[in-house]
């Protein structure tokens, strides 16, 4: 079983839609991270969360909104989706415990028409 | 502020050796990372090396470090077909609670 999880795979919407992007981790991290992928662009950072009680903006938090629902579920909204919000999105977990590497999920596949 | 820059693309055959490149304009860095994306995946950690070192090998991998011109590259010995992915670097600081700086990628096709 994978240790990060990320729910939908795909997803397609329209504009002005709200849609939420759920991550599940078992590796009892502590910190866990959102970031968008744009072709040629990398990963931008979203949103992160280094415990259950922080959450802090990341270089492209407008248009997102991020919930620490637990240490092992990071969800990520769009409460109004618009046609440039389409891109590749993931989660990452890291710990102390292991150096900080990030561990991403499979990634979220977002198409806003 | 942070900014790394990678190729776009890069073709080789089976068997040659790879090398992608990567350049960084913080010289503050601690660590720099390398990152593979396989088709339809997330990024898995390949390898990394600490700010004060200037050469890692780790098997096929050879990572070498230029920090007087802030340029970090990846070597791949014996390309193989299945090295075909994207490949990031990625920087972290210090200062920063060890957040992830990305390059733009870059896209290591593998002919036979």
């Known amino acids: 079983d994978a240790d990060v999880t990320q729910t939908p795979r795909n997803r397609i919407t329209k504009t002005g839609k709200r849609i939420m992007l759920e991550c599940s981790q078992t590796?009892?991290?502590?910190?866990m991270y959102w970031y968008r992928q744009d072709p040629g662009l990398g990963l931008q950072l979203i949103y992160y969360s280094f415990d259950v009680k922080d959450i802090n903006k990341g270089e492209i938090s407008d248009g997102y909104s991020v919930s620490r629902q637990a240490q092992a579920k990071f969800s990520l909204s769009l409460e109004s989706a618009i046609p440039n919000q389409t891109a590749l999105y993931f989660c990452?977990?890291?710990?102390?415990?292991?150096?900080?590497?990030?561990?991403f999920g499979p990634g979220t596949r977002l198409t806003v028409l | 502020g942070e900014d790394v820059e990678q190729s776009l693309f890069l073709s080789v055959r089976e068997g040659d050796s790879s090398v992608i490149n990567c350049t960084y304009t913080d010289s503050s860095s601690t660590y720099l990372y390398w990152y593979k994306q396989e088709p339809g995946a997330g990024l898995q950690l390949l390898t990394y090396i600490f700010s004060n070192m200037d050469m890692k090998q780790d098997q096929r991998l050879t990572v070498l470090l230029n920090k007087k011109d802030k340029h970090l590259s990846l070597r791949i010995a014996d390309t193989q077909t299945g090295d075909s992915a994207i490949y990031f670097c990625a920087e972290t600081f210090l200062n920063a609670g060890n957040m992830l700086t990305f390059g733009g990628g870059t896209r290591l096709m593998v002919k036979p």
């Open positions: 990452a977990t890291s710990d102390i415990r292991e150096g900080y590497e990030q561990f």
């Open positions: 590796k009892g991290h502590d910190r």
